[in-house]
C-alpha cells in the first residue's frame, strides 16, 4: 500500500480498494463506484497531506480495531476480507474508507441540511470556514428568519473504517446541538428507511431531542 501511495501510478491503488469506497471530507461523504473513477480522482482522493500521513512512522503503529487497520490517525482504512470460511480462502485486506481531515477549502454554501418531523435545519459555512446552524419550525415559510441561528460550530469524524461518519456540533450556554450522517448500527437499531442523518439535542447533559434526517 505505501509502495502504491509512493508510486506516480495510481493503476495500483485501484487494485487495493474495496469499491463502493467511502471517502469523507469537507463537502461530506462520497462513494467512489469503481476503478476508473478513483484513478480519475486519485489526487483528490489521496491528497499530498494523507499520503504523508500514513507514510510517516508513528511510534504507536497503526490503529487497530474490529473495524480494521486504521492509518496516518485514521485518515487512512484497511478492512479485512474473506474469500469463503475456510483455510483454503485466506484473507486479504482492501482500502476501505478515507478521512479528507484538512481544513476547510473555503468554499461558501450548505454542507448538511435536516428535515425532521417538527424542524427544517441547515447547515452552511462561510467563505473563512465558520460553520452556522438554522432551524425553522415546519410549519415556518422557509423564507422567514429562522427561530434558531448559532455559529462557531465545529465537525467531528465518528467511528472508524467503513462506519466512520461526520457531525456537526454548536454549542450555546449549556445546550448542545449535534446533526449529521447516521453511522453503522445493529439490526435492532437500525435507522428507518430513508433516513439519511440524526439531530440530537441535550441540554445539561440529558438529550431532550433524538430525531432523524430525511
Not at 470556514?129 to 419550525?137: I, K, N, P, T, V
Amino acid at each position: 500500500m505505501k509502495a502504491a501511495l509512493l508510486a506516480d501510478d495510481a493503476t495500483y491503488l485501484t487494485l487495493l480498494v474495496r469499491y463502493p469506497l467511502s471517502v469523507s471530507g469537507n463537502a461530506g461523504t462520497i462513494l467512489i463506484a469503481n476503478p476508473a473513477t478513483l484513478f480519475e480522482r486519485a489526487e483528490e482522493v489521496f491528497p499530498p497531506d494523507l499520503r504523508i500521513a500514513v507514510l510517516e512512522p508513528d511510534p504507536e503503529g497503526p490503529l487497530c480495531t474490529s473495524g480494521g487497520i486504521g492509518y496516518g490517525h485514521g485518515q487512512l482504512w484497511v478492512d479485512t476480507m474473506w474469500e469463503g470460511t475456510d483455510e483454503d480462502h485466506p484473507e486479504h485486506f482492501r482500502i476501505g474508507h478515507v478521512n479528507l481531515r484538512g481544513e476547510p477549502s473555503g468554499s461558501a454554501g450548505p454542507v448538511f441540511v435536516c428535515r425532521t418531523s417538527i424542524h427544517r435545519s441547515v447547515i452552511d459555512r462561510s467563505e473563512d470556514g465558520d460553520l452556522r446552524y438554522r432551524s425553522w419550525e415546519l410549519e415556518s415559510p422557509l423564507t422567514s428568519a429562522p427561530d434558531i441561528v448559532l455559529r462557531s460550530g465545529r465537525e467531528e469524524f465518528q467511528g472508524s473504517g467503513v462506519c466512520a461518519y461526520k457531525s456537526f456540533v454548536f454549542e450555546y450556554d449549556e445546550t448542545v446541538y449535534r446533526v449529521g450522517e447516521v453511522g453503522c448500527s445493529s439490526i435492532s437499531d437500525a435507522p428507518p428507511d430513508g433516513a439519511r442523518g440524526r439531530l440530537s439535542i441535550t441540554v445539561n447533559g440529558e438529550t431532550t431531542t433524538s430525531s432523524y434526517c430525511y
